[in-house]
């Protein structure tokens, strides 16, 4: 699966953005779609994940009642991001799997990033 993020942007802190990833394949409803993301000088940490056709999700403490993972019949999956924080600045990924989980080595197919700065 071949898997392009966008949505990225300047945002104020408060401020809201709508993360996109789009999959190449038809079969995109059968994956686990993840979204972390990895802020200046630290590791990739998990942020969200989404089951198949939408079921379930998981969120990271840090951003529960702030994001929401979504995703339509096609193939795209959506991060909404509100009330951001400077906290939240970061290259955000999203990635695609068979597992359920906030481990990164599950998920076989990862975007190139988008990049989201929160000013304060």
């Known amino acids: 699966v071949q898997l392009q993020a966008s949505g990225g942007g300047l945002v104020q802190t408060g401020g809201s953005l709508r993360l996109s990833c789009v999959a190449s394949?038809?079969?995109?409803?059968?994956?686990?779609m993840g979204w972390f993301h990895q802020p200046p000088g630290k590791d990739r940490e998990f942020v969200a994940a989404?089951?198949?056709?939408?079921?379930?999700t998981r969120y990271a403490d840090s951003v529960k009642g702030r994001f929401t993972v979504s995703r339509d019949n096609s193939n795209t999956t959506y991060l909404e991001m509100n009330r951001l924080k400077p906290e939240d600045t970061a290259v955000y990924y999203c990635?695609?799997?068979?597992?359920?989980?906030?481990?990164?080595?599950?998920?076989?197919?990862w975007g190139q990033g988008t990049l989201v700065t929160v000013s304060s």
């Open positions: 990635a695609s799997g068979l597992l359920m989980t906030s481990y990164q080595h599950p998920y076989s197919s």
């Open positions: 394949e038809r079969t995109f409803g059968t994956y686990v």
């Open positions: 989404i089951s198949p056709y939408g079921v379930s």
